[in-house]
């Protein structure tokens, strides 16, 4: 391709076309895969539609081809702390890793990318190791705020409240306080009873000209305090706000389309005939339901049994799912789920799980909108065990109000979307019990926390496991936890959260239909 389609895709990305200058790059990308400009364009162009990681790919070819050109090191050194960013789940830590890594090898002085690493590694429960990040920008740079807040929380994570709170301590005796340093004191407030200095420091920021996801943020910490301490119309007003600036856009009849596409995709005659994998393995342990449900506990109790190992929230059943047909398959692509396909990709998914713990006779899969996969699941693990977290739906869709959820849930941010949404999910679970052959075993929050024993007891038993008292004790269980109740399970078992939902009893609205109806 001539040198000046190089110039006419840069055009197409000025004025605004962006659409026809990835296609333009495509082009030449397959057409001279050896242009380095072509690769290059191709990364940029992917960036402005918001697609880092993939920009990161192609911005990697471009340097492999002219390493020696500083344009195109900096595009890729910029995207790559993009790219690590869009890495939500712990089950693509390596990746993330591995793009943050590269990032501080282009640049060893960058603060984002050490920050971005030392975030990366505290929530993976690497401690040590995180802190030595972002040491080295505390190193450098004494008093950055970003850099001071990771490492109190560092802290935080591990359990050394002390340790956090003197980290903060320099840092908040200035004035102004900055932002990320409220925010984290803010977490750490309600383990050293400082509440109303950390709501007063709050209230402040909402005063200044402050960025838009620091209000959010500063309202959603605002909301768990007020909570905290029995103010609920405070609380709630802040995670009003904090969820109307989530700016998240849920479609009702999108969701209800989509959802019913993948109940009759699965359809009860259509179900039976689909072939199914040879692997009986009984390795994984799938745990889904409504986020919020206390899928983290039941994992946590297993977790704490010796022959269990909690692998948390994985995406790799959504990943599986979309490389075999999508959630709800056409016709065309179901006729394609041979035997030797399921066997593949459930070979491929065990032998991830292994890899992790390969002394485990069970592993816990803890993401729970893999509910809207049972079906393949059926198909892929005929060994497999289902356990499925259900909540009063009040509580339910309150918790997950009152966290500021990524945008792969646009249900979250509006109760009356809550509402709907757990009217499509609860829809959904009747037609998979309806038809799915693996065992599936609900358990019920509320019984949970008022029967720990029991329920614990029946949660080993239906994993087809001896009983083991370390279960009783998993709050004193070290491994990480990476959801917003990691907190919540280090400590002995309470039943603070049964019944929430009457603090906010006035402002249920379409949740208040949903009472009795927990199933």
Not at 72 to 81: D, R, T
Not at 122 to 144: C, F, I, K, M, N
Request: glycine share 6%.
């Amino acid at each position: 391709m001539p040198a000046d389609s190089l110039q006419q895709i840069e055009f197409m990305l000025g004025a605004g076309r962006v659409s026809a200058a990835r296609h333009a790059a495509e082009r030449m990308t397959r057409d001279q895969p050896d242009n380095a400009g072509g690769w290059w364009l191709l990364g940029s162009v992917l960036m402005r539609l918001g697609r880092p990681v993939m920009a990161a790919d192609s911005l990697r070819k471009a340097r492999a081809l002219d390493p020696g050109n500083r344009d195109i090191a900096s595009s890729f050194y910029h995207v790559l702390i993009q790219a690590g960013q869009r890495f939500e789940s712990l089950s693509r830590f390596d990746s993330a890793e591995s793009v943050y890594r590269e990032a501080i090898l282009l640049d060893p002085e960058s603060i984002p990318a050490r920050l971005s690493l030392g975030r990366l590694l505290s929530a993976a429960g690497q401690y040590d190791e995180a802190r030595a990040q972002l040491q080295a920008v505390l190193t450098r740079h004494p008093e950055q705020p970003d850099a001071c807040a990771a490492l109190a929380l560092n802290y935080e994570y591990e359990g050394d409240y002390g340790k956090a709170l003197e980290v903060l301590r320099t840092a908040l005796q200035q004035v102004p306080v900055a932002p990320p340093i409220v925010l984290a004191y803010a977490v750490l407030a309600r383990h050293c009873n400082e509440q109303a200095r950390a709501i007063t420091m709050l209230e402040g920021l909402l005063l200044d000209s402050v960025p838009e996801h620091v209000l959010r943020d500063s309202h959603f910490a605002l909301g768990k305090l007020y909570d905290a301490t029995g103010e609920y119309e405070q609380a709630f007003e802040h995670y009003r706000l904090g969820n109307r600036l989530l700016n998240y856009h849920y479609d009702p009849e999108q969701t209800r389309e989509s959802l019913r596409g993948i109940a009759a995709a699965f359809s009860s005659l259509h179900h039976t005939r689909l072939p199914r994998s040879s692997n009986h393995s009984e390795l994984p342990v799938f745990i889904v339901g409504m986020p919020r449900s206390g899928t983290s506990l039941v994992e946590q109790i297993l977790a704490s049994h010796p022959d269990v190992f909690g692998a948390g929230e994985r995406d790799d059943i959504a990943r599986i799912v979309h490389a075999l047909g999508g959630p709800a398959p056409a016709v065309e692509a179901a006729g394609r789920l041979t035997v030797p396909v399921l066997d593949h990709a459930a070979r491929d998914y065990l032998d991830t799980l292994s890899r992790l713990a390969p002394a485990a006779a069970r592993i816990t899969d803890k993401m729970p909108h893999n509910f809207l996969a049972l079906g393949y699941i059926d198909l892929l693990f005929p060994g497999c065990r289902i356990i499925h977290c259900v909540r009063d739906p009040r509580d339910t869709c309150l918790s997950i109000w009152f966290q500021p959820m990524t945008g792969n849930h646009p249900y979250t941010s509006d109760l009356d979307a809550l509402a709907d949404y757990y009217r499509q999910y609860r829809m959904l679970m009747a037609h998979w019990k309806s038809i799915i052959r693996v065992p599936v075993y609900e358990v019920r929050y509320e019984d949970l926390v008022t029967d720990v024993e029991s329920g614990a007891r029946k949660l080993v038993d239906f994993c087809g496991l001896a009983w083991s008292d370390q279960c009783l004790r998993f709050h004193e269980n070290t491994r990480v936890v990476s959801t917003p109740t990691y907190d919540d399970v280090r400590r002995p078992i309470h039943d603070r959260s049964v019944g929430r939902w009457r603090n906010y009893q006035r402002h249920l609205g379409a949740l208040a239909e949903l009472v009795g109806q927990t199933g």
